[in-house]
């Protein structure tokens, strides 16, 4: 189930807790829940490798949801950054970091008016931008993003990152993800 990244290569390891390990830096993804989780991260990929602030993001997914997801979805991430040979979480501060959101079809609402159109390129592919989400298979080709010139607190600048998301409703873990990457402010 673990495996590492060493130059860039992936290979399969002995890590029996699943943990990503980040030695050179470098993008990685793995679901993390047990295999009853509903929603089930099938594909990612992200470049450039590390992720550039500000900057142009070209990402790749596909999602399969066995179940619909519907308000409260209750998202947790755990948010840590490399310090040398050590992991260290990161607080939440200003909804940045290792926060709690209990409601993100509530955020969504907000950034995201409800009954207007979903933004590009989600429109384009079909995927849905408000809640209840349907269960089914959700893909997203290669999408450019930009990231633009933003004020990044000092410890969410250059590094190698790692993160683990939880989503779920009424106490039910729907899915699992974790992701190690690294970041560079210009």
Known sequence: CGFSLSHGTARPGSNSSCLLVLQFGGFAWENCGDKRDPVVLQSLSVAPDPI??????????????????????????????????????????????????NDVCTILDNLIPPGTTCPEPLLTYGIPCHCPFKAGSYSLPASDFI??????????TNGNYRVRATVSNGGEELACVKLAFSLQSQ
């Open 52 to 101: 550039s602030i500000p900057g142009s993001l070209r990402v790749s997914a596909a999602v399969s949801s066995s179940k619909a997801m519907a308000s409260p979805l209750k998202a947790v991430l755990v948010v840590e950054k490399a310090l040398g040979d050590l992991w260290i979480q990161l607080p939440c501060i200003d909804q940045l970091g290792s926060c709690t959101y």
């Open 147 to 156: 990231l633009p010139d933003m004020e990044l607190p000092a410890w969410m």
